[in-house]
């Protein structure tokens, strides 16, 4: 609010969602202004053309990623496709600062990446040097990096639920089981069939089932980084018919108490994760358009069994609202600054 | 239509969602004709001021139990409320058929009764007497029974996933997780804030979490006889922003190939339930509106664990059209008569 | 099933939502049968596969136009787009009966095409002898047709709400407006950002307003013939977010008296229109997935106004049942065959 | 944002939810602090059990109006039931300055108000003494009321449409029609069969048709008065199966460039009524969340005649963030503090 300095911001691939989610939680910021959006497809529009919803703002049109001057910019925010990602990167100025939003930063093994993704890495020296952005729980290397990876929306839900677990030692490592649905919004704006509304509304279904979730790479890496050995989960992704939200339902085998209080312990000073008291469980009504998480847990019927669900807004929490709270750390600003906002309800 | 003989039918409790759905699809049954309707509290009302959808419809008026002539029927549906419906059947005449939708008559043991539901029985012998009306897996029993008792929606839903892969025994019966998405009619017509549209629509989470849906009654019922063993099930059941549909995603452990043939030979020959080829799931879209279930498998990356999943209509398949099944048999009337109907897509 | 004669039936663009509902609705008809079904771009595939809710039926593999064999048909659908259309109908066998959907043959005056369409039509000496479908008030041209055209789904809304106020005269011809509330399912399967799940669910809007909707031409065609003078109504349809269903509010001045006596006694055999009793209005809800149309009146405060509304399913009534329902006709078989489901409620 | 003072503010009737987006609002207001809730039947819950979506903040418990300490508040806003408004604002201290949301203030005539309500009012003298809210249209009126009566959402939608084309006497005053789209969220948190999701998503309506919708008091008094001459418009609202959300397609007979014109020099300098381009119509999904309203105008095929449309948020602009603009005012803080959030899209 009273913030001396304004930090000048540049996004790239403004025309999708989490480019537009952006715009949205930076007119409510303190202190960052937007410098610069670009969408090469849509050069020369203005943003309003493309989102009436931001008619309301004094934006700078869209223009090519090769027109825009970086040399007043403090800060990138890369909202680009998976692989452009990676080569827009990798020419940009090496004096700026980046949050990537795309999947293209979030393996640091080269082989990982592969294995996910199918192609080699245009950037695998950036790769090296990007840091995880689950903002939680890598703070100190987010507030010194210079190009963060953006999580995918998916698993920071999962992470939120189930890191505290593991570092605590108290669920069966090889018996996770991760249930998730995710509202539509998740998907971008591509047209695809099953994103119609007619096809969607009355429709919900698994995808990606058996393991093939490129999400997973980001589990695997990061669950058997913290556990200090091979961690794999099963992971079955749903399309529901609602526009934002994640809901992760997380089965684990350990003491219903202890992951409780692991959860609370984790949080307890946490400004977004929110835990629910034991034996209730959050809705993703109720963090819709926010940058909070809520998790709760439940013991099972079946002795040494626990139902762990953490729900968020996969465009804010689970991408543009991270995305901008770890640019709060790499600018010094304050951590929650411009995203305090309550979720809209109903 | 052309059959010879017409069989004239009661239904008790016509005004919720169950009783409405029983007079659509009779609407188009051939050999079935509505009798009697009755609703106690909406007595002299006709159906078509309760249920304008039924507008074309030539009806009997809705009438108090006790005013339903029930001399000339043949059968009974009885859609009533849980308890309400055990203490109506106790009174009714005694070699009248009767197909019960209510919980009532689900659980064979008076104990689990009491511990499900909270209270005694009050007909704790036609509880002996009641048939479970699974049709594909009790058709027998079902063609002489007096009373049969229709299955809760999401019992059914699960059981078509898992039962012939404890039958055919391919899964580990101590590790199985039930993962289930309800469309919100299930819910039926009652009044809740969490029903409301502006609550629902835009929000989804899970309920009755850690095992404390009663239709774990009858999972712990079916399983276990069949296992002839005990079998308890993790069962976490979730409501989701659409109206009609189940989709059951059940984690096993057992080889994927078992697991899918076991589906194959199981449903090989059933009209209603349809396996999708291996690797590939079901949607609720494509059940919608009709008495078809679809089930599909995809093996999981970690070896030796599978995914099942089905989808069915709550109120078809789930509730009315499953109670029509099961009174053709009854009846000696083709058993997909009035049921083969295309789904509503989209 | 027990007429003597079966007909074999042919869908052109049996991979569209309306080509979709064609072979749903013939699925439960119970004299004809399919023979053929083309899909160019999706030929060689199964109609399963298309659509999977269609699993459970024995259909013929799509494949191109050029390869179906017509001879053995009897009656031809074709749900091809716009232009399309004529140039098919153009070349088929000149002895086969056909019942166009798409917009092709509505408009008989070759200008008015041009108007509204912006091209020369391809097929004029056909759009000549083309009849116009509105079953209701085509009935005796439509048995003897060769080539029946679908009228626009919004176009047959409108009309059912006001061709028998203007038949009889009851309202101001010069002071109509319509405002009518459109499904998206009406838009087709076609792929654009604002049919999708996330821009739609929660948000509405008008389009193609002033003036500029393509049914236009339908209403000034068919308002104008019958009043015997040109009659030009105002015309503004929004896009709402639900999959199935028409309602139109029409603003008339007239007697609201005068107006329900002449829907009244418009409608008072016909099988699918179903007028409310006066002062009540329609709703979606109660007409999705069938063909039945419901209409009510009320009379405003204001003295000589009144509002008709009304309701159907634009799949249905609005084109695919409406098809099958001039398919009778013209095949002499009764016509409410195949017709008469009760619509989903809810 | 850094201004020295803080106002106190109590929401009374906080467990609907025109509180609850109260409440949301007031969080992200730089100069407004909650000192109390009051719910009577909820009396002694937590705010966050009533609403989880605003756990995160630190907020007093709800109380009953009577528990209440006027003595340190600054500002009070009542968003109590119609009829309970009136006598709870009639006992509360005379020298504290209130917004009702209720409709108990909008009308100034007793007579209208009994004709539109059905009652006496219980508080006649604070009736005359109270300013209409609509906040553009009444600014000088509503800095020095002490009881400001916010508007009905409908009937500040239809107004931002025409009030400016009344004022500037571009359209007939006798053939006005208003056709309003409402989505749900503005039938409060009741429980009626239609709000149901299973009801309502899948189906729209008309309802209170005819002119006999209560907002019709509020265009009756406002247009009569604007214009000097009594006038009715036709009104017809209808329900949408969406949350949020007030489209209004006014149809008018006047040139359509001199209704654009009338629009956009009334709107010039509004930072919250936002005009289209001519041609361009708004969605309600460009305006979710926030104190936005969108108007555009079409002109229609028939001259003489145009198609206005306003967008607005029923819980935003149309109820709560209208009470907070008032406030602002009353209470000399910029007009726009705490409302200036983007929408929500998707």
Redesign the interface.
Known sequence: ??SETTHRIAILGASG?TG?EL??LI??H?SFEIAALSADRKAGMEMSRV???????DLPALRRIDDVDFGSVDLIFCALPHKTSQEVIRELPSDKRIVDLSADFRLRDPDAYKLWYGNDHAAEELQAEAVYGLTEFHRDEIRTARLVAGTGCNAAAGQYALRPLIEARVVDLDEI?I?L?A???G?G?S???N?????????????A????HRH?GEFDQEFSRIAGREV?V?F?P?L??????I?V?A?VKGDPAAVFSALETAYADE??I?V?PM?E??????????N?C?VGV?????GG?A?V?A?LDNLTKGSSGQAIQNANLMLGVEETAGL???????
Do not use: C, W
């Not at 529901?240 to 939200?245: D, H």
């Not at 469980?281 to 926010?290: A, H, K, M, Q, Y």
């Not at 305090?340 to 109903?346: E, G, L």
């Open positions: 609010m009273n969602y537009a715009v949205r007119a409510g303190p989102f009436p919803f931001l008619r309301h703002l089981v249930d649905k509202a539509v919004s998907a704006r047209l695809r069939e994103l119609l509304h007619a096809e969607l509304s009355e429709g919900y279904h698994a995808y089932a058996g393991g093939t997973l794999r099963q079955t749903h529901i018919p609602a526009n934002r939200g809901l339902t089965y400004p977004f929110l629910t034996g469980l959050p809705s993703t009504r109720d963090v819709r358009g926010s909070f809520h439940v013991g099972d019927r079946i069994r139902v669900v729900a305090m906002a309550a979720p809209v309800f109903p």
